[in-house]
């Protein structure tokens, strides 16, 4: 999925602006960091628009299983999928499953946002790359906490190995989170040319969210359709808002690597710089 998006924004983002020129020499960008800015009033509703769709999509999903699906087969297997574990748990498993649990616990994954954001800036001095990386984990996180405030459904009815400020089990938000790391994959797959670099980036994608996912089930923390939702939240937050910035990055003619893997640069016509 991250692999597939990567090339179409990339695809999108071939196209030759009228107001800026591309240097393809691989030098310093020349453009002010404000001018590559790209979020407007067009892209905050339209993120907004994402945020209550999702929202209430969600709801939905979790509202079912809260009640109408309350004692289906799905939610009885949820419960079995969580005994199943517990007389498996071990003191290295529960270990691991804590050091899985906190890759993208609350605090973790904000620092390793805002760490690779400032990173990316720094290297490509435009806000493309940045936002690409930062504004699903927001929209995803604005999701997760309205949907599991208004769902409160309650964790699987097995013993704990943490606690958790928040009290509900639907979604599962550190799943959600797992999967948003994934717009790295796609900065990566913008810039990096190397097939092991990529293939790298792609590994880490697939296992963080699997090692988090089966993590919060063996610790008693999520059922598995929480899981499973949390995944897809995650993925939906991450594809469309994805898009959402790259049409922006478009429409104001701004452009991301193309041949040879060389970054392209702003350099707003006129401006001398040749």
């Known amino acids: 999925m991250p692999t597939n998006l990567a090339l179409t924004s990339r695809r999108r983002l ?51 299983l809260r009640h109408p699906l309350a004692h289906s087969s799905i939610v009885r297997t949820d419960q079995h999928i969580s005994e199943w574990f517990v007389p498996r748990r071990t003191p290295r498993l529960n270990s691991l499953s804590y050091a899985g649990s906190m890759m993208s616990d609350t605090v973790v994954k904000i620092a390793i946002t805002a760490l690779v954001c400032l990173l990316v800036l720094i290297v490509f001095k ?68 190397r097939a092991w670099i990529r293939a790298v980036a792609v590994a880490l994608g697939v296992i963080v969210p699997i090692c988090v996912g089966v993590s919060r089930v063996y610790r008693g923390m999520h059922f598995f359709t929480d899981v499973v939702f949390g995944a897809l939240l995650g993925g939906a937050c991450l594809i469309v808002c994805t898009l959402v910035l790259v049409h922006a990055a478009e429409r104001r003619h701004l452009r991301t690597p193309v041949d040879g893997g060389k970054p392209v640069h702003l350099v707003p016509v006129g401006s001398g710089v040749r």
């Open 126 to 193: 435009r806000w493309l790359e940045p936002l690409v990386i930062a504004v699903p984990l927001v929209i995803e996180a604005s999701c997760f906490i309205t949907v599991t405030t208004l769902v409160d459904r309650p964790r699987p009815n097995v013993p704990r190995l943490e606690t958790s400020p928040v009290g509900s089990s639907f979604p599962s938000g550190h799943v959600a989170a797992a999967v948003v790391y994934s717009a790295i994959i796609v900065v990566v797959f913008w810039h990096a040319r």
């Open 14 to 64: 071939m196209h030759h602006g009228e107001g800026y020129a591309g240097a393809m020499d691989g030098t310093r960008p020349h453009a002010r960091l404000r001018d590559t800015w790209i979020l407007g009033r067009r892209e905050v509703l339209t993120l907004m628009g994402v945020y209550v769709l999702f929202t209430g999509v969600w709801f939905a999903i979790g509202w079912s």
